[in-house]
T-cell receptor, first 116, second 116 residues
Framework: DAGVIQSPRHEVTEMGQEVTLRCKPI?????LFWYRQTMMRGLELLIY????????DSGMPEDRFSAKMPNASFSTLKIQPSEPRDSAVYFC??????????????FGDGTRLSIL | AQKITQTQPGMFVQEKEAVTLDCTYD???????LFWYKQPSSGEMIFLIY??????QNATEGRYSLNFQKARKSANLVISASQLGDSAMYFC?????????????FGGGTRLMVKP
């Protein structure tokens, strides 16, 4: 079975540019999560969706960040304009909401983002 | 207050020995779940083991087991017969059932290094 698929795996761009990260959750999963991981701050939850609806975006750092989930099989995280401090590994994860509590979140391989 | 605390930033263990990674948590929710993830140097997040707050037995998965002490609010991961491939970051996480979705709160992680 295919896991969570993220693209691109690596992104290097100059500050001020728009960055779009993509995620395809596991088929049948109805919860999707975006995380950011840095050495300084560890793993931070940015936003999550249940049934394509954003539930909690309190972790989104600034208005420069936005996330969408237009359908059950696709989500994007956009940064516009990007800044060097946005450099991090961004993970997408999915899980089954409403299922028994032992359902783990399954993570994609992450996007390593470098803003120059 | 932090909800998940991992007090060991880094640990060494000799190959073939057992090692315990500490995790304490804080919640007033009577129903919750605790998860452990492994993150090797390649970066992916791998789900290892789950413990529910009402589970009577400590969880086990192969060489991984959870030393769950509910009164102390601790859920330590025990890895038996350490292997070189166990060298990685390990994260403890908690899901409180009363939250709106499947949100996990992660600890800061412990870096385990297995010595040959």
């Amino acid at each position: 079975d295919a896991g969570v698929i993220q693209s691109p795996r690596h992104e290097v761009t100059e500050m001020g540019q728009e960055v779009t990260l993509r995620c395809k959750p596991i088929s049948g999963h109805n919860s999707l999560f975006w995380y950011r991981q840095t050495m300084m701050r560890g793993l931070e939850l940015l936003i999550y969706f249940n049934n394509n609806v954003p539930i909690d975006d309190s972790g989104m750092p600034e208005d420069r960040f936005s996330a969408k989930m237009p359908n059950a099989s696709f989500s994007t995280l956009k940064i516009q304009p990007s800044e060097p401090r946005d450099s991090a590994v961004y993970f997408c994860a999915s899980s089954l909401w409403g299922a028994p509590g032992n359902q783990p979140q399954h993570f994609g391989d992450g996007t390593r983002l470098s803003i120059l | 207050a932090q909800k998940i605390t991992q007090t060991q930033p880094g640990m060494f263990v000799q190959e073939k020995e057992a090692v315990t990674l500490d995790c304490t948590y804080d919640t007033s929710d009577p129903s919750y779940g605790l998860f452990w993830y492994k993150q090797p140097s390649s970066g992916e997040m791998i789900f290892l083991i789950y413990q529910g707050s009402y589970d009577q037995q400590n969880a086990t998965e192969g060489r991984y087991s959870l030393n769950f002490q509910k009164a102390r609010k601790s859920a330590n991961l025990v890895i038996s017969a350490s292997q070189l491939g166990d060298s990685a970051m390990y994260f403890c996480a908690m899901r409180e059932v009363n939250n709106a979705g499947n949100m996990l709160t992660f600890g800061g992680g412990t870096r385990l290094m297995v010595k040959p």
